[in-house]
């Protein structure tokens, strides 16, 4: 194909007919083909309008202003079963889902790179007891260790009449963990402006700090500075406050009730089990994306470190790691977008999220089971993209620059 | 899950490149197969369960294998599709079940919005609540506060949340896709209170760990009839489903059994013929065999037969007649005339 081609174009005259232009002949089996395709929706579609008709089911997306008419344990919005819609439900599932993920993918980062580094200590034990969490965990699926998280964590706990009381006004039982409830006085804006100023006195010091050490080399204590001014001043802030009568912040205890622990802030036990079930299942595979990503760096980069004077925390920290990021953000991107896909498990362990409240309860109430599906995966699309996007730019930024 | 999620790409995949239905298009695919599929419960003592040997019994399984020994004058050519409530209509609505017959609450949204038909109550039920016997509860109204267990997708999960309301009380709602999963969650420890129909409760709570620290509150919630539901749409197949529940209910009346209803052929009772098509043709107005009635209630028996052996007396579940009593004894089963 290709040789004659060269031939033709070699041998032709400049102007043949158009039938036999390559150019032309591809795109015309591509608008073809799209034609092909967005013919091949429209009757799909016409066809599902035509045959929902027929079947008299209600079509449509007006579903979402009718009232819901069932409670839903976990909602960060206001919802009520007399007062809220579907579309209310359709919210309350998404930030369910939501928070979960961006809780998830926090913790699973943090643990992910502590055993990825781990496996490769020097210490025998430390990175064989890595790679034995590795290999067990990644290989059992994830609906199987859900499940053992839930039943696990509902099975030891307590009855709620007898509580396990850990202090602070913290408890738990087998309705979940209950904690004290902070209320915000009207000032609490003095405790918020605090934080302000100490988050830009350490943005401006430790600009200074590093101007510093590149004309000086002299170093300073970036980091106990930044302690002191981030959380140091505002807790000092609220004490002093507190002494003289004006405490910004007061809490709510949970007290005990007839059946369970009223008041207070709960997290519930469907909760917990799925972002254990999440952040340590996804842990592992980030973990082997850490070591590959380390294992890139060549072994000259830590030997020249090491021979600057750099310790091993350091030069981990100032050389090995910045270098890895450029291996290890593209497939931890994955890792993300696959935690919070799986966020959708939750439906076997009743956590209400996305999939739980919208593709479950919802879409069986209304019926409408391609609006629901239809949207649900728009959801899952967006979501996916936004974090990508993020990452990209976050890529970008730790990627090799040529000089 | 991957279960629903299958009958939902089904649902969708079958509703995108479907044609419509014509007259009588169930029972001939139905014929055509071989087989009637029915859609049945997951796994509900009484009316929906497999057993070890993977035979399905129950109230509403013996419905499915009615239909079929009217078809085929066979109760085995039925193919049970086990289904979590979220998934059951969805499976209906897209062609992957002839029937559903599973313990389906009719309700007007569901007869008008979902493209369904109820064309008969086999149960009348209502909702109540279990709670473990050591909370010291003697009724529902003293469930103020606590957390309840309850199966997502169904009337249950509303009425509750109606309830809950009317009632002024709070509650905390943990909400479970399949029965099996409910009533784990609520054994285990999770809630205070699991809540589903008083014929589920009684059946729950014979897998209970141990059936005997829970009880049943005396409180009926709400009105809960049962029935099969069928595709909006194909009346003739309606028709069939109507008139297959109506005849064990017209046989018990009749006192057509199981037993004698071969010596009941050659009765004088004009309403006994008409039923066992000794007289008229009446089976073939609906697409089946004259002696349409006789198949069903030879291999499968009538009503009374049925509910005394699958929830009745006969069964570990000893649920009396009550509502589901015929109309001549005071209850609400009331068969409909063949003639």
């Known amino acids: 194909m290709n040789s004659v081609q060269t031939a033709v174009s070699q041998t032709s005259p400049p102007k043949k007919s158009v039938l036999y232009d390559p150019k032309v002949r591809g795109a015309f089996y591509q608008v073809v083909l799209v034609i092909a395709i967005i013919a091949l929706f429209y009757v799909a579609a016409t066809n599902a309008i035509e045959n929902l008709q027929r079947a008299k089911i209600a079509s449509g997306f007006g579903f979402l202003n009718n009232t819901a008419g069932f409670d839903i344990s976990q909602t960060l919005i206001q919802f009520s079963a007399a007062g809220s819609t579907y579309g209310d439900a359709f919210i309350v599932g998404l930030l369910n889902t939501l928070i979960v993920s961006a809780i998830g993918v926090f913790f699973t980062t943090l643990l992910g790179f502590l055993v990825g580094i781990a496996r490769l200590s020097k210490n025998w034990m430390v990175a064989k007891v890595a790679m034995v969490y590795v290999e067990v965990l990644r290989n059992i699926p994830l609906l199987v260790q859900l499940l053992f998280w839930y039943i696990a964590v509902l099975g030891t706990l307590p009855q709620p009449r007898n509580s396990l009381e850990m202090g602070a006004g913290f408890y738990l039982n087998s309705r979940g963990l209950f904690m004290a409830k902070p209320l915000w006085a009207s000032n609490i804006g003095i405790l918020v402006g605090v934080l302000v100023l100490g988050l830009i006195g350490t943005f401006i010091y430790r600009r200074w700090a590093r101007k510093q050490q590149e004309q000086t080399g002299r170093q300073y204590p970036v980091g106990k500075v930044t302690l002191a001014l981030v959380f140091g001043l505002p807790i000092l802030t609220w004490i002093v406050l507190a002494l003289v009568g004006a405490n910004p912040i007061g809490f709510e205890l949970p007290r005990k009730g007839t059946f369970n622990l009223t008041g207070g802030m709960q997290i519930l036990p469907e909760f917990v089990a799925l972002l254990l079930g999440l952040v340590t299942y996804t842990a592992a595979f980030i973990a082997e994306v850490v070591r590959a990503g380390i294992l890139a760096v060549s072994k000259g980069q830590s030997e020249a470190a090491g021979s600057l004077g750099l310790t091993p925390g350091q030069t981990l920290r100032l050389v090995v790691i910045p270098q890895a990021m450029r291996v290890i953000i593209p497939p931890l991107t994955s890792q993300y977008l696959n935690l919070t896909k799986n966020s959708s498990l939750a439906v076997a362990i009743g956590y209400p999220d996305l999939v739980q409240v919208f593709m479950g309860t919802v879409l069986n109430q209304t019926g409408q089971a391609i609006e629901v599906v239809v949207i649900t995966m728009g959801v899952y699309l967006t979501i996916s993209l936004l974090t990508s996007f993020f990452m990209n730019i976050y890529n970008r930024r730790v990627a090799i620059v040529e000089r | ?339």
């Open chain 2, 1 to 339: 899950m991957k279960k629903a999620l299958v009958s939902i790409a089904f649902g969708l995949t079958a509703s995108l490149f479907a044609t419509g239905a014509s007259a009588q298009a169930t029972l001939n695919s139905v014929k055509q197969k071989g087989f009637l599929t029915c859609g049945s419960n997951t796994g509900l003592a009484g009316f929906g369960q497999p057993d070890a040997q993977g035979g399905w019994t129950g109230l509403d399984v013996d419905l499915c294998r009615a239909i079929a020994a009217a078809i085929f004058d066979d109760p085995t050519k039925v193919r049970y599709i086990p289904l979590a409530a979220k998934d059951r209509f969805t499976a209906l609505q897209s062609g992957e079940v002839d029937v559903l017959s599973r313990n389906s609450t009719a309700t007007m949204s569901r007869d008008t919005q979902l493209g369904l038909d109820f064309p008969v109550i086999n149960y009348f039920d209502g909702q109540g609540f279990m709670v473990r016997k050591k909370l010291g509860v003697s009724s529902a109204k003293e469930l103020n506060g606590a957390s309840i267990c309850t199966q997502q997708g169904t009337t249950t999960e509303l009425n509750l949340a109606d309830y809950f309301r009317a009632n002024n009380m709070k509650y905390e709602v943990v909400a479970f896709a399949t029965s099996d999963e409910t009533f784990k969650a609520y054994d285990a420890g999770r809630c205070d209170a699991f809540t589903t129909d008083a014929s589920g409760l009684y059946a729950e709570r014979l897998r209970a760990s141990a059936p005997d620290d829970h009880i049943v509150l005396p409180e009926i919630i709400s009105k809960e009839p049962l029935g099969p539901a069928v595709r909006h749409g194909d009346n003739n197949w309606g028709d069939i489903v109507r008139w297959t529940h109506n005849a064990m209910l017209n046989a018990e009346e009749l006192g057509v059994t199981k037993a004698n209803v071969d010596q009941m052929k050659t009765s004088d009772n004009p309403e006994i013929k008409r039923l066992l098509g000794t007289e008229g043709k009446f089976g073939e107005a609906v697409g089946l065999t004259n002696d349409w009635a006789v198949r069903i209630i030879k291999h499968v028996g009538n009503y009374g037969e049925s509910f005394e052996k699958n929830v009745g007396e006969g069964s570990r579940l000893k649920i009396k007649r009550g509502q589901n009593a015929l109309w001549t004894k005071g209850g609400l089963q009331y068969g409909i005339p063949v003639r």
